[in-house]
């Protein structure tokens, strides 16, 4: 069997890690497309491991990003964004990965797909092509490149970085922000009963119950989580119904097999000390509510990026689930302290009553990236894929 090789860079944006690649580089087709991406993140993986390709076995390490320069006017780059499932042939493309946007502007740059100002702050204007929304990117740079290094820690990463801003723009985009009209549904959950669930189009689709509701505290360490297999099934039951009255689904079903990544499952509740996975006490005064998401299934190890986008809407609107375990509402313009597995995120939301609907205008959140490896990745070619370049 012959071997392949295609340019690419192993990144971490945020808490997430992917392989990032120029489409160019890459078949056309998009089954064939498909094909080569899975062999090279090691998936479908009966065991669970992706021990034959770069996937890490978690939805956090098992992701892929094409980037390239863009031809949309006003932008520079184009991003479109899969989460590879592990245990099957699956890359759903419906949703983004806010963590991962921290590290398009670093690839760009660093791939010569964008000139950037020789020192200072580079904003770099992203189309983020899966959900078509408008990400700004405010990162450092130095010499033309990017600065990988400094002094800025993320919960959920063990070492610091530079500090990236990213500005998600009318993140709802199209698509309306509550898409029941509603902050808060009720979803009937075929051997669960009734389910109160906030409904949140913004970052990712995603669906807000009441951690309570599911005898949970938001509190829960993913490890502990993950070890209940019921519990699992009834939040995947919940997601997969939720997308259906999303619109995004027709069945369940059909949630279940095809849309793994999107809509996203959070639960939340009030403001309570915990510890963080690393064992550092969170105190309830440090954080606004805490919360804990899925992601492709599992428990995310800190909290998704687009899931924090969501949850900092849902935040600001009245009668959401997430407003409710505020206690008080917050102030306009001000942060969301979200208490997730890891530690704690601060997010800030700007949301607007437009022609007797409410949008979000923006959404601002804190990041850092780096390159971890860059080269080719070596892919066997029992895909048959024709590479255009590379």
Known sequence: MS????????????TSKGLFLDPADLPTDPTR???????????PD?????????????SSTSKVALVSRSTRPGFDLDYRFGAVAVGEAVIDWSGNCGNLS???GVFGLNRGLVAAPADGIATLRIWQANLGQTILAHLPVHDGQAVEDGDFRLAGVAFPGAEIVLDFLDPGGETALLPTGQPTDRLEIPELGVIEASLINAGNPTIFVRATDLGLTGTESPADFNRDATLLARC????????????????AEDATAHRPHTPKLA???????????????????AVDLVARILSMGKPHHAFTATGAVALAVAAMLPGSLARNALGAPLVAGSEVRIGHAAGVMAVGATVMVD?????AEKVILRRSARRLMEGWVWIPDDSQAELSGG
Do not use: K, N
Not at 3 to 14: D, E, K, L, N
Not at 236 to 251: D, F, N, S, T, Y
Not at 267 to 278: E, G, I, K, L, S
């Open 236 to 251: 995947e039951a919940i997601r997969a119904h939720g997308a259906v009255a999303m619109g995004l689904a027709a069945r």
């Open 355 to 359: 022609h007797g609907r409410w949008r």
């Open 3 to 14: 071997m392949i090789r295609v340019p690419s860079a192993w990144m971490r944006g945020g």
């Open 102 to 104: 921290a590290a398009v």
């Open 46 to 58: 009966p065991y669970g491991t992706q021990m034959d390709g770069l996937g890490g076995a978690t």
């Open 33 to 43: 497309r498909d094909a080569l991406l899975l062999r090279a993140l090691g998936s």
């Open 267 to 285: 639960f939340v509740a009030p403001a309570r000390d915990y510890r963080a996975t690393d064992g550092s006490p969170v105190a309830a005064s």
